[in-house]
């Protein structure tokens, strides 16, 4: 369906996690760093880690790795990542300034709120019942047999698990892999401004709405209403 032809009120908001909802760079940068040392490879800076993230924490571990690293000597520096991430997530991340005021006016209003990120489920988890369990009704991170975003997988678990159809819902992240997975799923996408990638980049990556603020989101939502 055209975004034109959209006559369903907006009743369901998917965001992604990292760089939308929550700061994690730190975090994810120290714990690609711990991982990388403990195995003598040379460490990455924070803005090597926000150009690697946003496909999943095994794509940013190869990145992270220096080139030709044999697969066995990978898998292990990558376990060693997992542990000490799902052990260290909390240490340095923290809720964008605005998004805990947002995710409470959306649950007043009545909306439902789901979460859907490349992050391994476990990491999801602990972040969730620390941040959202208040606000936010379905988490869905990374899982076996579930393709990672841009694949619209994670979305529709998320939309089936919260019992609403996909022309009730938007997408908002801070990425062109979330403006891929919401192009994927069917969804109209908002790009928020203050995460892991600019206005630019986003433009050139089929990006058309923007909120600079989670203030906006909510006036984006009734813009897209409307349709």
């Known amino acids: 369906m055209e975004e034109s032809e959209r006559m369903t009120k907006i009743t369901t908001i998917v965001f992604d996690l990292d760089g939308t909802l929550l700061n994690t760079l730190d975090d994810l940068a120290d714990s690609t760093n711990y ?5 003598g490879f040379p460490t990455r800076s924070v803005e090597e880690v926000r150009r690697f993230v946003g ?16 697969s066995e000597r990978f898998e292990a520096v990558f376990d060693c990542f997992k542990r000490y991430y799902v052990e260290h997530c909390m240490v340095k991340t923290d809720l964008y300034p605005g998004v805990a005021d947002l995710l ?3 649950k007043t209003a009545g909306y439902k709120i789901a979460i859907v990120s490349n992050k391994l489920q476990g990491g999801v988890d602990e972040l969730y019942r620390h941040y959202f369990q208040d606000t936010v009704q379905v988490a869905v991170g990374e899982r076996a047999g579930v393709r990672r975003k841009p694949a619209p997988d994670m979305v529709e678990i998320a939309l089936q698990e ?8 938007v997408y908002v992240g801070d990425s062109d892999v979330d403006v891929a997975t919401a192009a994927h799923a069917g969804l109209p996408c908002i790009s928020v401004l203050w995460g ?7 433009e050139r990556n089929g ?5 600079d603020s989670p203030a906006d989101i909510l006036g984006l939502l009734e813009s897209i209403s409307r349709l």
Do not use: C, S
């Open 55 to 70: 496909n999943g924490v095994r794509k940013l571990m190869e990145r992270a790795v220096p080139a030709g690293t044999d």
């Open 207 to 211: 990006a058309v709405r923007f909120a």
């Open 35 to 39: 991982a990388l040392a403990q195995f």
């Open 196 to 202: 892991f990638r600019d206005r630019d980049f986003l």
């Open 162 to 169: 919260l019992g609403v159809e996909k022309d009730e819902a």
């Open 104 to 106: 409470h006016e959306l």
